[in-house]
């Protein structure tokens, strides 16, 4: 794989959720009111393609709202505006934006869309031969040409009274390096369903859609007083930390003396007003990493529709993952089950929890799988544990909202000594998802 990327310059993508993946089709099935298009079963997600496509057939998987590069498009004459394509006598399916959309076809879902290798002929390069490629590989561009990305309407908002975008000068920040950290983006779940394992100790919740926030105490830098930088000089033992509070969105801290330039985009700081909230929970080397859904103390939603039981002007805060780092920057996990216990045990929502066992006891309509030989034992169980995770827990009505929306979906921790998670987004959502983007509205949360 090493030799491979620095032949040909395949590239580590920038969001792999919204990356191409090379795959091999294994299971293809009919449609009903269909007779000139099938669907291929693809990494637990059903896509619709075309007759020719065989049982066995290696090509490229993009998924729900990726977004195909302009080369990509042209090349491959899946523009719509024929004089878009390469060649000016065909037209495709795709508008300018090249956006993938969560669509029905005569009442089937395709959950992405699939193309042979030889839509990558257009790369012009010695280095790159598609055939080199491997099943699972992942990527967004070859030899530095973008073939896809995330798809984002360019809008920037700006909140009232947060309006000014003048930068402000930065204050020199008290954050000590592998004390704060970011939560990971949640990768999707079938790109890693190889991971999760009969016997593996999982843990199932809700999902929330609302907004990423991080509350922390931390050791930090502790600004000196005149005489104790003269006595530091003269190597006189100072201490020079302290621990001191931070908090954040999914990807910005919000600290004003930290960053003084960081744009609420809400009416207030939701951020603050949850720090605050949870800041006397906090003990020295907590962070706190929690969904704040409902609505904002003006009344406006953090996320349109979702109210998640909460009256204008009330929000709730949902806790999903919770960590204790030493003064060396180590970091050791709560538990799935110490995390809902210690927020029962104060008094605080954590996220609802829908299962927590092995895997193989999740379902009782996968024992077979495990039991009984098959042709791909892996790919069988990995593609059923799907089929079977969508069916209990996707695509209904979200419980808690008193509003009709669909539910988000769920995440997959599995246990271990690191953070390991993944969601399980619903096809209903991904259709609310889609309308809202083609209004132009912005998810808040992408923009945090």
């Known amino acids: ?21 090379i795959v091999k089709i294994n299971t293809l099935v009919p449609l009903s009111n269909c007779d000139k298009v099938q669907a291929a079963i693809i990494m637990g997600n059903q896509v619709i393609v075309g007759m020719d496509i065989k049982v066995g057939d290696i090509g490229l998987y993009f998924p729900l709202e990726c977004q195909l590069s302009k080369a990509y498009l042209s090349a491959n004459n899946l523009y719509r505006k024929s004089e878009l394509n390469s060649d000016s006598t065909k037209a495709g399916y795709f508008e300018e934006n090249g956006r993938i959309r969560c669509v029905k076809f005569r009442g089937n879902k395709s959950e992405g869309i699939f193309m042979p290798l030889e839509s990558l ?25 973008e073939i896809c990305r995330k798809y984002v309407i360019k809008t920037k908002v700006y909140g009232p009274g947060n309006t000014n975008k003048q930068s402000k000068k930065p204050i020199e920040s008290k954050i000590i390096e592998n004390q704060f950290r970011f939560h990971n983006d949640t990768s999707m779940l079938y790109r890693n369903l190889h991971k999760i394992k009969p016997d593996s100790l999982i843990h199932i919740s809700y999902k929330i859609h609302g907004t990423s926030a991080i509350a922390s105490k931390l050791l930090c830098k502790r600004p000196l007083k005149w005489y104790e930088r003269v006595l530091k000089f003269f190597d006189v033992n100072i201490s020079d930390t302290q621990y001191d509070y931070i908090y954040a969105s999914r990807k910005v801290i919000k600290n004003s003396r930290l960053n003084p330039n960081a744009n609420h985009y809400y009416s207030s700081d939701i951020w603050k007003l949850g720090f605050e909230e949870l800041k006397d929970y906090l003990q020295d080397g907590m962070t706190i990493y929690y969904e704040i859904a409902g609505f904002m103390p003006e009344g406006g939603s953090i996320q349109k529709l979702y109210d998640y039981g909460c009256e204008p002007s009330q929000h709730k805060k949902f806790i999903y993952r919770i960590t204790y780092t030493n003064p060396d920057g180590k970091v050791f996990e709560f538990s799935a089950p110490q995390v809902q216990q210690w927020c029962k ?20 309509n996968l024992y077979h799988l495990i039991e009984e030989p098959v042709e791909f034992p892996d790919q069988k169980w ?24 669909p539910e988000e979906g769920c995440v997959i921790r599995i246990e271990g000594d690191e953070f390991e998670a993944y969601k399980c987004k619903s096809e209903a959502f991904y259709r609310l998802e889609t309308k809202m983007l083609d209004k132009g509205e912005v998810d808040i949360e992408e923009e945090n």
């Open 382 to 405: 990995e593609e059923e544990f799907l089929v079977e995770l969508k069916d209990k827990y996707n695509d209904k009505d979200c419980y808690i909202c008193k509003n009709k929306v």
């Open 121 to 145: 002929d257009f790369i012009p390069t010695s280095n790159f031969n598609k055939y080199s490629l491997d099943v699972d590989d992942v990527f967004d561009e070859i030899d530095g040409i």
């Open 345 to 364: 045990k104060n008094g605080l929502e954590a996220v609802p929890e829908l299962y927590y066992g092995k895997a193989k006891d999740c379902f009782q």
């Open 1 to 21: 794989m090493d030799l491979k990327i620095q032949q040909m310059k395949l590239s580590k993508p920038k969001n792999e959720n919204y990356s191409a993946i």
